[in-house]
């Protein structure tokens, strides 16, 4: 069940205990919309402060003059937070909503395709920008491989952005069949892409990262949050 919570001209303070209170409900909501009227990363920072380990922050639109980020709840209380297991989530979240946009565009529901679609790429987006500029970086830095599988998985990103490029032109035409063209190929490196990163780099990286992971996840959920503008 999806709740909508508007913030706007209330305080980092008020809207964080407007949040929290709203946390404690668990029979009243699964996902909040909430929306603001800044980025965000003071309220975030606050809740990362607070209930670390217990919500999933995730951007849907970017401002001004208005921003809505979807917070959701976590399955289970985490006391640190990992690679794999964040962003493997991160995975499975750009998934659903990719497989809801296929469906409204089989559907040929065109305002629901354009929703979903704005969803999915602001999400795709948010997670390779977590990737390329926080995780990334610390992964090279601390093996020291950076000619590696970070290289690789950046070139990939590219083609992905690629496709998403061309179906958000036909999107803009209102093209659903290429759209749908688009995705059917965007699917296939997406999953071969994922597989790479959950079942070889992420397993690394919490190896090799150790003691600072947790602290990285902060950083990563926080990253887009801040640079969060519309273009
Ligand atoms: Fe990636
Ligand atoms: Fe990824």
């Known amino acids: 069940m999806e709740q909508q919570i508007n913030l ?14 709203s946390l404690d409900q668990p029979e009243v909501w699964d996902s909040i919309m ?3 009227d800044n980025h965000g990363a003071g309220i975030l920072d606050a809740l ?3 209930l670390w380990g217990r919500f999933e922050w995730y ?7 208005v921003w809505q980020f979807m917070l959701t709840r976590t399955a289970a209380k985490m006391a640190k937070r990992g690679i794999g297991e964040f962003l493997g989530a991160d995975h499975r979240r750009c998934d659903e909503l990719f497989i809801e946009l296929e ?3 089989q559907a ?5 395709a354009q929703t979903l679609f704005s969803r999915f790429t602001v999400g795709m987006e948010h997670h390779f920008a977590m990737e390329e500029e926080v995780f990334f970086p610390a992964f090279e830095q601390a093996t020291g491989m950076t000619q590696g599988p970070t ?3 950046r070139v990939e990103h590219r083609q992905m952005r690629g496709l998403i490029g061309q179906a958000a032109q036909a999107m803009a035409q209102g093209k659903l069949e290429g759209v749908g063209r688009a995705c059917a190929t965007l699917m296939i490196l997406m999953r071969q892409h994922n597989i790479k990163e959950e079942q070889m780099l992420y397993p690394m990286a919490d190896q ?6 947790d602290g990285l996840v902060r950083s990563m959920q926080k990253h887009a949050a801040a640079n969060m503008v519309r273009s």
């Open 8 to 21: 706007v001209g209330k305080t980092d303070q008020q809207a964080v205990a407007l949040l929290r209170s």
């Open 34 to 36: 909430v929306t603001v």
């Open 48 to 50: 990362q402060q607070q």
């Open 59 to 65: 951007p849907i639109q970017p401002g001004p003059p």
């Open 103 to 105: 469906n409204a565009v």
């Open 108 to 112: 040929n529901d065109s305002a629901r």
């Open 151 to 153: 290289m690789v998985m």
């Open 208 to 213: 090799h990262l150790g003691g600072t992971v």
